[in-house]
């Protein structure tokens, strides 16, 4: 069973659009986090959710958006895409707040927006 | 604020050499270290993590790191590597006071050639 899942793997778009990408969980975890790894492989945390709490990193543009539905999932929406939204997104997960674990990633969902 | 220094975009070696990947960090606070792996379209995987205690820790594929407080650094060693270890490495700090944040280097690409 996979343990952290994204969908679409791959996401093709116009500028202008509006998208979202999901995340799920299967392990019970308490955080998750959404990523944005550039082209130059470099990491920028987005946001972390833990038991409905929202930290957002004050850098991201609030054309994004995460939606948590249920403690198994954290979406991610994006408003209005720009062509430098253009990246792979990961979600991540870590058990308990405070505890120092592990993050697990999902697979990434490579966004292209032309 | 935390950053972290991965020196090194990307390091050349042949198969069964030694090769150390380089990590430094800033930080006013104590610090929890981390050396998380990529391999090609996948997702990062934690690769070995320095909490408390012994300042080296081994990972289970013979990857070992040295937390060196006076030097701010947590470089990576393996004494030989193989092909199938040709990867994106990255280095990550979290912060001791504000436990929602993971602070990633940019990567080292490991490139292992027969």
């Known amino acids: 069973d996979t343990a952290v899942s994204q969908t679409p793997k791959y996401l093709v778009t116009q500028m202008g659009n509006d998208k979202s990408i999901k995340c799920e969980q299967n392990?019970?975890?308490?955080?998750m986090y959404w990523y944005k790894q550039d082209s130059k492989k470099f990491l920028k945390i987005m946001f972390s959710?833990?038991?409905?709490?929202?930290?957002i990193n004050e850098t991201v543009p609030n054309r994004f958006s995460p939606k948590s539905p249920d403690k198994a999932h954290l979406n991610l929406h994006i408003n209005s895409l720009e062509l430098g939204d253009s990246a792979v997104y990961f979600c991540?997960?870590?058990?308990?707040?405070?505890?120092?674990?592990?993050?697990?990633f999902g697979p990434g969902t490579r966004l292209t927006v032309l | 604020a935390q950053s972290v220094t991965q020196l090194d975009s990307q390091v050349p070696v042949f198969e069964e050499a030694p090769v150390e990947l380089r990590c430094n960090y800033s930080?006013?606070?104590?610090?929890?270290l981390f050396w998380y792996v990529q391999y090609p379209n996948q997702g990062l995987q934690l690769l070995l993590k320095?909490?408390?205690?012994?300042?080296l820790v081994e990972s289970i594929n013979g990857f070992e790191a040295e937390f060196n407080k006076s030097q701010t650094s947590f470089h990576l060693r393996k004494p030989s590597v193989h092909i199938s270890d040709t990867a994106e490495y990255f280095c990550?700090?979290?912060?001791?006071?504000?436990?929602?944040?993971?602070?990633f280097g940019s990567g080292t690409k490991l490139n292992v050639k027969p």
């Open positions: 320095y909490l408390s205690g012994s300042t």
């Open positions: 990550a700090v979290s912060d001791g006071n504000n436990f929602n944040k993971f602070y």
């Open positions: 392990l019970g975890h308490d955080t």
């Open positions: 959710y833990n038991n409905k709490e929202l930290i």
């Open positions: 991540a997960t870590e058990r308990e707040k405070g505890q120092y674990n592990e993050q697990f």
């Open positions: 930080s006013s606070v104590s610090v929890y």
